[in-house]
């Protein structure tokens, strides 16, 4: 077989764990062909971001003392992956170079202090160029014939979207095809960063949201891989949280629709865009454990393969606050709700539900909590006063529980079991939407009894 | 319009003679007015940002073999690429040999050019046949026209007459006679003669290329076909997915067998969900049983039936108009903007 292989970075984590890694690795490439990536080592890319924002505030010392955390972290690691020391030598020299490269464009930042997107993504780009020459390192010890490269170096170009970048998606298959698979095609495993790639000018941009994992699903895509799989440090994607549910168990398989669905609604660091790549060329994407190796994972397929179970998962979605919007003179006058959803769209708030009752006496929203105070008073000056709407009501204490699973769709009853299992805990609804994909049904409960929620509809169905 | 030429063989010259004896007229009917920033030959360039006098430059590459030898303007080692950065011009017309191996440098130079936002006129089949979805991704991101009429059918417009046969229908299968040569050699040898003769005859009269192996092992028609199913039946594929099989193995006594029947074989590309390349046996009577060098495709539309277009397939100054039509096309659309 031929698998992408992408290391998430907890998996990367220390000396020790990229050795682990590397031994994953060496060990799958007995019998397959392996394309590597790498995240950067945990912690690294938030500490980037905030030396560019140090940088911009003047903040000499802060910046110096969080280079030298980055330069202390990697050279840790290094010492702890690697035992031939000639080697520690050669990837301690390319460590300094890009410490030295680093410490330059930061150093730029603070002279100036000024960010622009474009020396932003060149700055956090550092994390993945880092691990990559540790992990070529552990698998040089360990007999591997094997290159590091750069996202853009392996072929990917992106649109010039700084932070948030898309592949042009035609080059890029070109591009890969030609520098990775002539390298596979001499038995060399490329070690490919995470979540950079460069512009068509060769200017470095990143992927920004589903970061590496999207990286992997490109080269997948590229080179007609027959697996990617994710490693990263849980077992696989879950029927319920386990802090939550004792006995949630590892879905063993779910349908790329049903995973995009946990996604969105925050099953692990898992984006639906890093899966787009994929469920385009039909690729089967496998989430695995680096320190339980040996599980089976959970395998994401296009071929729906239905369960015992009609439900797959039951999520807690926490953090959120609900807006309701009241007014008696809203019935019958088209435009309120066109109205809300503009006030919020302008101030880049996101939606996560919506009801109307048809009575149309009132509309229920959802939102992430760290938007609600802004949320709130921009409708407010939007709407209150306006003779059609009387009130506008919001509520932190709530979360959204979500039930997920293909096998609803078409399913009669569904609605009457969910709901009956809550119901029976005494536990009161506030709030229902189910698309009409019927892949998921969410509802608002009180923060108090979203766990209790989660545990009677897992309960339920036996999951 | 500014143009770089990169290439200055048969079909480079042509296109200097044609603007040479046209130029008026193309200035007056269609606003044209074409002037050569710098001509780049395999010796080096030529380079007058003013706009070269063409007549000059076609005689020094007669008199002396490269167009770098100018007295005035010429300049020994100046690469395409370097001249793209150096020079603002609004179009690069390729007109370099075809690679069909990984379509270099033709490759490098089309993607450089629209990187910086230069419109592109190819007659190079390699880039296409190797990158054409690639390319025309990249034009698009950068808002530039990348156009290549003349690499299929020369001088016979069989892209816009498949637009035209996709208009408010669908084209749902591509049969075409693509390749001159080993069209000629297959008329031939229903004429009687030997394989070997009949390409013998080929290049002399210059049909063939002096390696004619593109031509009879189907490579030549391959790369047309990837540029007709990209253009017209808006798939994104290359070479590669072509399944390939030539002439080479085609001897006299199978034509002359197949004749009795009132057929003969032709070699055909063939877009028809995959896409392929092979000696197929056809109706002495069908469209498709054109002879010696012509080309001839057929497109079959779901409405409307079978369109066939056949015409001359190649040469210098066929397609040297192709271009002329490549660049009136985008002197429309700029002037549209």
């Known amino acids: ?463 | 319009m500014r143009v770089l030429l990169a290439g200055f063989g048969v079909v480079g010259r042509s296109l200097a003679e044609i603007v040479i004896e046209h130029g008026d007229y193309l200035r007056k009917l269609n606003g044209l007015n074409i002037r050569f920033t710098a001509i780049v030959d395999s010796g080096g360039s030529v380079v007058d940002e003013r706009g070269l006098n063409l007549n000059e430059v076609l005689n020094v590459k007669k008199n002396s073999g490269s167009v770098s030898f100018h007295p005035q303007f010429g300049r020994k080692n100046a690469s395409v690429l370097e001249l793209l950065d150096e020079l603002e011009v609004d179009i690069l017309i390729d007109a370099t040999p075809t690679n069909l191996v990984d379509g270099e440098p033709s490759y490098t130079y089309i993607k450089k050019a629209l990187t910086l936002g230069v419109n592109v006129v190819t007659v190079n089949k390699g880039p296409l046949a190797y990158a054409l979805p690639a390319l025309k991704e990249l034009a698009s991101y950068k808002g530039v026209l990348l156009r290549f009429s003349g690499t299929v059918g020369g001088g016979m417009p069989v892209i816009d007459f498949a637009k035209q046969c996709a208009k408010g229908d669908r084209v749902v299968k591509i049969e075409g006679v693509l390749n001159g040569t080993s069209n000629y050699i297959i008329s031939r040898m229903e004429d009687g003669l030997e394989f070997e003769d009949s390409l013998r005859e080929a290049q002399e009269k210059g049909y063939a290329e002096r390696d004619p192996s593109l031509d009879i092992k189907g490579y030549d028609t391959a790369a047309k076909l990837v540029i007709l199913a990209n253009e017209v039946l808006g798939m994104a594929v290359t070479i590669k997915d072509v399944s390939i099989k030539g002439i080479e193995n085609l001897t006299l006594k199978d034509v002359q067998e197949v004749l009795k029947q009132r057929k003969t074989y032709r070699l055909i590309g063939k877009v028809d969900g995959g896409l392929k390349v092979e000696p197929t046996l056809v109706d002495l009577a069908d469209p498709l049983a054109v002879r010696y060098a012509m080309n001839a495709v057929s497109f079959t539309t779901s409405l409307s039936g079978r369109h066939t277009i056949s015409g001359k397939g190649a040469g210098g100054r066929e397609t040297a108009i192709a271009i002329i039509r490549d660049l009136i096309e985008i002197k429309k659309k700029l002037g549209e903007a």
């Not at chain 1, 035609?170 to 038995?187: A, F, N, P, W």
């Not at chain 1, 060399?188 to 460069?198: L, M, R």
């Not at chain 1, 060769?202 to 990617?228: K, N, P």
């Open chain 1, 1 to 463: 077989m031929r698998i992408v292989m992408k290391f998430g970075g907890t998996s990367l984590g220390d000396g020790e764990k990229i050795k682990n890694a590397a031994k994953i690795i060496r060990d799958h490439l007995e019998k397959n062909e392996v394309i590597v990536v790498c995240s950067a080592m945990a912690g690294i890319t938030d500490k980037l971001f905030s030396l560019v924002e140090k940088g911009v505030r003047g903040r000499v010392k802060d910046v110096e003392t969080t280079l030298n955390e980055i330069s202390d972290t990697h050279l840790k690691a290094l010492d702890a992956a690697l035992s031939n020391e000639n080697l520690k030598k050669e990837v301690k020299q390319l460590l300094e170079d890009l410490f030295n490269e680093l410490r330059r464009a930061v150093m730029s930042v603070l002279y100036l202090r000024e960010v622009t997107p474009r020396s932003r993504d060149y700055i956090v780009s550092f994390g993945e160029r880092l691990s990559t020459r540790i992990m070529w390192g552990a698998l040089t010890e360990l007999g591997v014939n094997c290159k590091y490269l750069d996202g853009g170096d392996a072929g990917i170009v992106t649109d010039s979207n700084f932070g948030e970048a898309s592949p042009l998606m035609e080059i890029t298959r070109l591009e890969v095809r030609r520098r990775l698979g002539s390298l596979l095609d001499r038995g060399i495993t490329p070690i490919v960063t995470g979540y950079i790639a460069v512009n068509e000018e060769g200017v470095t941009t990143t992927l920004g949201r589903g970061g590496s994992d999207y990286t992997a699903t490109i080269l997948g895509y590229c080179l007609d891989v027959d697996e990617v799989w994710l490693w990263s440090d849980v077992d696989g994607l879950m029927t319920a949280d386990p802090k939550i549910v004792k006995n949630a168990k590892v879905i063993p398989t779910v349908s790329f629709s049903e995973a995009i669905e946990m996604a969105l609604f925050g099953a692990k660091n898992l984006h639906p865009r890093a899966l787009e790549p994929a469920l385009q060329a039909g690729i089967k994407v496998r989430i695995k454990n680096t320190f339980n190796p040996s599980a089976p994972g959970t395998l994401i397929t296009t071929t729906s393969e239905k369960s015992g179970s009609v439900v797959k998962a039951v999520l807690l979605v926490k953090d959120v606050a609900m807006l309701t919007i009241r007014g008696a003179s809203m019935v019958g006058r088209p435009g309120t709700v066109a109205k809300i959803l503009e006030t919020l769209a302008r101030e880049n708030i996101n939606i996560m539900m919506i009801s109307q009752s048809v009575s149309e006496s009132s509309v229920s929203i959802v939102i992430k909590k760290q938007f609600l105070a802004k949320a709130l008073s921009k409708l407010e000056t939007a709407l209150l006063g306006s003779k059609l709407v009387e009130d506008i009501e919001a509520e932190e204490d709530v979360c959204v529980v979500a039930v997920v699973g293909e096998g609803m769709r078409g399913t009669p009853g569904v609605a009457s079991r969910v709901f009956g299992a809550v119901a029976k805990k005494g536990i009161n609804i506030r709030m229902i939407a189910q698309g009409s994909s019927e892949l998921n049904i969410s509802f608002v409960v009180k923060d108090e009894d979203g766990p209790e929620a989660v545990r009677a509809i897992h309960e339920e169905y036996n999951l």
